[in-house]
């Protein structure tokens, strides 16, 4: 027999806990599964280990206050029943009718469960079918969000739509990486736990909980020589759910099941989309603009992408980051950087989203021009983005993302080592610092600068990795060794231009402690 916990995991994964959830109640046999009715007597048969369906219309009737939610629960408690589930549209434990059952099942540790926006009558049969024969219900369901992948496919969804049905069938957060193990596309289901595993795993912090590698894409040429026509290079990716629950069975088999199909639109995407930008040389700008921004990064970064083909990867998994109707790529594998036309919207007006985007793919700086509408235009957006880019390498420990409307920032903070005297001075008004071990010193330019550049504490141990209270010892540290209140503006600017000079020298020439 199955345990409450087995049934949740692979049969109803999108189900949430309206309260605590006892590991005794887990470890609890199942029965069969049982349906509230809007009438009297609600339930014709309830024995041991049965699963209650309480649907939202049957409870206004059957409980529509604390007594009759109270009774409801004796009852089903006395049974011995296993859990109620709660099936609704929208199912908020905290309001009626659902707040006075839930509450009532609190008291007697009767575990309630919460799933929205299922059909009560198919959750039934699915929950019975897991029941009969647990590996045909597990595979149907697989089957289902397969059938639906491919809907969405052939409807022409973008892998971002493709990945959120993923992660609301499962009621996990999903990811789609590329090669290189890059987010190409996230999800993250409206709850709490999936918001903090998709915000660790994109802060390098984990929370992955399956990866399952795609195929090798394209596949075979004689079955879709759509595919390989362009001569794109294979791709490889893998499909990731998040989070720290254990993985089920479903989800096991439901992720190996559809990502052939994703690997399938993985490289079909990239297919068409070489193939448009070879047909207009990459002139073209994306369909859904004006307002268009340009974006220009460095072609080799850290990496050292240097042949062909890993040029070819590169920009084939760029393209991917949005739909080409808002992301174009121009040039090719052998322009000397890396240039994108991005459409902007209201909701980002200076297309900052979208190219930090593109800095975490390429794990490297881009510059972001300012917004254009006329098209004449783009070759002055091109050439304004790149000399943001030049002026913003100079910068130490410079952002992500470098914009054109401040390329006169830039291009003032990377003349500042050239001042006259300039690092004599700063090293003088930095001394109480210089001294001690190089990790020591860097880390306490670090702080200074971290602290210098954000509005708080809270802001600058999150720039720094740290604990906030870390930051707290490092200032007082800091203002005891120089004998600095960090809150005087005139010292706080100019230690803000002379930890920028000595941090630009110990970068190009190595730090020399005194």
């Known amino acids: 027999m199955a345990s409450l916990g087995d049934l949740w995991r692979t049969a109803i994964p999108v189900a949430r806990p309206a309260g605590p959830v006892p590991d005794a109640a887990l470890a609890a046999d199942v029965a069969w599964v049982r349906v509230l009715r809007a009438r009297v007597p609600a339930l014709e048969a309830l024995d041991p280990g049965d699963v209650v369906l309480a649907p939202a219309g049957a409870l206004a009737v059957v409980a529509p206050d604390a007594p009759g939610a109270e009774a409801l629960v004796e009852a089903i408690a006395d049974a011995a029943a296993s859990a109620v589930v709660l099936v ?17 099942a609190a008291g007697r540790s009767l575990p309630v469960l919460v799933v929205a926006g299922a059909d009560v009558p198919a959750l039934e049969r699915s929950l019975i079918g897991w029941l009969v024969n647990r590996r045909a219900e597990i595979e149907r369901q697989a089957a289902r969000l397969e059938r639906r992948l491919e809907q969405l496919a052939l409807g022409g969804a973008d892998l971002r739509e493709l990945i959120a049905a993923v992660g609301g069938f499962l009621g996990r957060a999903a990811v789609l990486e590329g090669r290189r193990g890059n987010a190409l596309a996230i999800h ?53 759910l998040l989070g720290d629950a254990p ?111 593109i800095a975490g793919f390429l794990r490297r ?107 707290a010892y490092r200032i007082r540290r800091i203002e005891s060794l120089g004998g600095w209140d960090l809150q005087d503006p005139e010292l706080r600017l100019a230690l803000a231009v002379a930890v920028r000079i000595v941090q630009r020298e110990q970068d190009e020439t190595g730090f020399a402690t005194s």
């Open 88 to 104: 609704g549209e929208a199912v908020d434990p905290a309001s009626p009718p659902w707040a006075p059952l839930v509450a009532a």
């Open 247 to 357: 993985v089920g069975e479903l989800e096991r088999i439901a992720c190996d099941r559809v990502a052939a199909l994703l690997a399938l639109e993985l490289a079909r995407d990239a297919a068409v989309q070489r193939a448009r930008e070879t047909a207009r040389r990459s002139e073209a700008l994306p369909a859904d603009g004006p307002p268009w921004v340009v974006v220009v990064a460095r072609q080799a970064g850290a990496e050292d992408v240097e042949n062909t083909e890993q040029r070819e990867t590169l920009r084939a998994e760029l393209r991917m980051l949005a739909p080409h109707r808002r992301l174009a790529l121009r040039g090719d594998s052998e322009s000397l950087e890396l240039r994108l036309v991005a459409v902007v919207d209201a909701g980002d007006p200076n297309g900052l989203l979208i190219a930090a985007r």
């Open 188 to 240: 993250a289901p409206d709850e709490p736990a999936a918001a903090t595993a998709a915000s660790r795993y994109l802060s390098g912090g984990g929370a992955v909980a399956l990866r399952i590698p795609l195929p090798i894409a394209p596949l075979d040429a004689v079955r879709r020589p759509d595919l390989v026509r362009y001569g794109e290079p294979p791709l490889r990716g893998s499909l990731v």
């Open 365 to 471: 700086t881009v510059a972001v021009s300012q917004p254009f509408s006329d098209p004449a235009v783009r070759p002055v957006a091109e050439a304004e983005a790149r000399a943001t880019l030049e002026a913003g390498s100079l910068v130490v420990a410079a952002p992500p993302v470098v914009r054109a409307d401040r390329l006169p920032a830039y291009r003032l903070l990377g003349s500042l080592p050239n001042l006259p005297d300039g690092e004599r001075l700063a090293r003088t008004l930095l001394a109480p610092l210089l001294a001690g071990r190089p990790a020591l010193v860097a880390e306490r330019l670090a702080t200074l600068r971290a602290v210098l550049d954000h509005p708080g504490p809270a802001e600058a141990a999150a720039a720094l990795g740290v604990h906030r209270n870390t930051v």
